[in-house]
């Protein structure tokens, strides 16, 4: 059987988000520095973003770069820094060609302007493809989000636009980068490590995690396939029980 067909179309997830791990013990397990498993790692980019595309999955978030790896070393940080806005550069004609629109959360005014231009721009010539929103968390990490999301209603309630009873659940989703986009279904974390990363704590509540030992690099179709098969076998209850959301049949 071929690994797509083993899909049920009718229960698709509708926003998959991946932690991409593991391109630099994939590139020093094969004697190279990290930055070879980074530019190896564009080719699972690619295969995933087919897959989803392919599947019809409406949403795919990608951990591209974290607040905490502007921490890393200085080459492996600029050589990141350029191999992405090379990509996006390079992609944007196969992202309009397969209608997938390219979107951005996270702390972009922290990026080199030269990419933050670049990659605004590739934005833009995406902004009207209608089919996969393809979301690359850049500068990202989820207690930033939420410590920015804090800092503006504060200000609001400061300025009398917003009281504290008014805060909900509703409000503060409303304030954070993803307010347009909808919780993930699903996370795939690959290279074996089983832990969140500070990778959108807030919208991952519910989802159902998935963990793969396979290195970044090496994910490709059959491995997305294989997390969406997973995922199609879990019973998500949301806090209910079984019987609560399985409909008794007379």
Known sequence: MIWEERIDRSKLPDHV????????????????????????????????????????????????????????????????????????????????????????????????????????????DTASNTGLRLVLAISYSSRWEITAAMKQMAAEVAAGKLTPEQISEQVVAAHLNTKDIPDPDLLIRTSGEQRISNFLLWQLAYSELFFTKVNWPDFRKEQFYDAIFAYQHRERRYGKTSAQITPKHD
């Open 17 to 124: 988000a991946i932690i991409m791990d593991g391109n630099g013990r994939w590139a020093q397990e094969r004697g190279y520095n990290r930055i070879y498993g980074h530019q190896h790692g564009v080719d699972s980019v690619r295969e995933a973003t087919e897959a989803a595309a392919e599947l019809g999955i409406k949403y795919l978030t990608l951990y591209a770069f974290s607040t905490e790896n502007w921490n890393r070393p200085s080459d492996e940080v600029e050589a990141l820094m350029g191999l992405l806005v090379d990509t996006i550069e390079k992609e944007t004609p196969t992202l309009n060609k397969n209608n997938v629109r390219l979107l951005a959360i996270g702390d972009l005014a922290r990026l080199p302007q030269p990419t933050r231009e670049k990659f605004e721009r590739c934005m833009a």
